[in-house]
């Protein structure tokens, strides 16, 4: 049963609510029309008019058993940010810049504290990209969910001016590789994290992750590229191809981003590796390569450019790395 | 987890989804650039530039706990009929017309047989109403979602001239109400119907369904006006305001699309009402109001006209029924 079965759209009008719906309401550019309480948000298209072949990109995720862990530890305030980073990253690899958000929040029963969290995580994520939360559900369907359990999911949609669409097709091999670090997980391996924890003290400062606890380290959000990517925009740099290092790691990440027939070189010890990544490997036995096939392992997003840009890049994105370079034949290999 | 994070796109690729897959291909127009597999899917907004100010409106919602009714008869085929005209509807009440969908399936555990049911229908569905099934995600969260429980939400976008947008201004007192006939529960009230056939054999045909049975009267799917509706802007018939009849019934749904200090009175017996929602309330022992504030009563849809378009409105569309008219003072009133 949703709210609105319960006559009520507690998702959105409840008192206890007032402060997340007011940080919704200044996520409200100037281009929306109605937001909440309307069948569906509206947002004037005034951009696309200006563009000459506007293409509209969209992409639907979710933070997956993250959320179990922000139950566990009663920290929410990071998940909005997870959704709305990660959704930005998505369609930022094909160069669209995001437009609006739509989140999905289900849960067996919802108490008003833990809604009130995540909507406005979610609100903060959408103003720090500039883009309206214009909309979303929010359901309770006790019989679908465990006890305690939370499920958040969004829909981000972006435009990009069809000549400028990223699609890899100017990669060629000896292009360069440039990582921009992560901030831990981001929102994957979170099943596999949780089950090398199990047991273990989430509270308690870890020598082994300077001093922060495992809760800080797993909870901290998902990293938007956004600004990074703009800042090259915006100087000229061309970037071939760009690729969010997910669920399924650089392994399945990168090649979704290459022409056929090309494949990437990695080379280890040439990126920071977040603490937290070691730790989890220790913990539950996990084998180098199966590592990189189920985290980021510190490379949160992946930059391909010609080599004689890597220099200006440096510059311009102090923070990131070189990291590998484009070869003939598929596959990505650590090396 | 989700599939990406297992190493693989199960919800696009294995093998016994390919006939799913050829039928998400199947919705892909002309301006379809990329869809699966891709980060983002992307949609050129041709339509978006011919337009003199586009009004993009979006829409996101689920099927609610009817997934559950699904997965205890094993019927899954009409789930992404009620996800895609559930919001086709939603969105329509603004006078968008749909551009393209966005699906989220998620469970602890998935089979194949189910997902492949499940993408199916939303590529029928939404080939029906001419869009694409631009992307989507599928997550397996053990530990969130009970056994063999379902998640199914989705998101809608479209567009309306900013001219064109019904917003219910000119509304007046003594305007039409015109309903179009719903095909049973759509996707809300699934809670109370199953509380309320606890222990009931679904599978046998009864007298007062006309010889249906429970499981097809109440997996009925939810029904699309856009077709309908399109009829009556092609005849220039102005429809000043519409509301689509979804949880909180015709008390909640109506008096979001009527302008401040507008009510409505609903002629009781001028509708018929599916048997469905007769045995429901014999069955649960719900008053009256209560159904009209948990189910549509047969009301889907509701349009407002002015008076003297009634006749016409009827002419175009034979299954409409006159159910009330607007009256001066907030409220929704039965009478």
């Avoid at 509209?56 to 990071?78: E, F, I, N």
């Avoid at 289900?106 to 809604?115: K, M």
């Avoid at 495992?214 to 998902?222: D, F, G, I, Q, V």
């Amino acid at each position: 049963m949703n709210y609105r079965e319960a006559g009520v759209d507690i998702g959105r009008k409840a008192s206890a609510l007032r402060a997340a719906t007011a940080k919704i309401g200044e996520t409200y550019t100037p281009e929306v029309l109605r937001g909440m309480g309307a069948f569906g948000g509206m947002m004037l298209a005034s951009r696309l008019k200006e563009m000459r072949e506007p293409v509209l990109v969209a992409s639907t995720d979710g933070v997956g058993t993250k959320t179990l862990l922000a139950a566990q530890t009663g920290r929410y305030g990071g998940l909005g940010f997870d959704l709305v980073n990660h959704s930005v990253n998505d369609i930022l690899v094909q160069g669209a810049k995001p437009l609006f958000f739509m989140d999905y929040i289900a849960s067996a029963r919802l108490e008003e504290a833990v809604l009130g969290a995540v909507l406005a995580s979610l609100a903060e994520a959408c103003k720090a990209v500039g883009i309206p939360l214009l909309g979303g559900e929010t359901a309770e369907m006790p019989g679908v969910y465990q006890e305690g359990a939370l499920e958040l999911a969004g829909t981000i949609v972006g435009v990009v001016e069809r000549a400028k669409v990223v699609d890899g097709s100017r990669v060629r091999p000896g292009d360069a590789l440039l990582a921009l670090p992560s901030s831990g997980l981001h929102t994957n391996g979170y099943s596999l994290a949780r089950k090398a924890f199990e047991g273990w003290n989430l509270a308690e400062p870890r020598e082994e992750l300077a001093g922060r606890t495992l809760a800080e380290a797993l909870l901290e959000p998902h990293r938007c590229y956004l600004e990074d990517v703009e800042r090259l925009w915006q100087a000229g740099v061309e970037v071939k191809a760009m690729a969010h290092i997910t669920g399924g790691g650089v392994y399945e990440n990168l090649p979704r981003v290459l022409p056929q027939g090309l494949g990437a070189e990695i080379w280890q010890g040439s990126f920071p590796i977040p603490p937290i990544f070691r730790l989890i490997q220790r913990a539950a036995q996990v084998e180098e390569q199966e590592m990189y096939r189920v985290f980021n392992m510190g490379l949160g997003y992946i930059l391909v450019v010609s080599p004689d840009k890597v220099d200006e890049v440096g510059g311009l994105l102090p923070q990131s790395c070189p990291v590998g370079r484009i070869i003939e034949g598929p596959g990505v290999h650590l090396v």
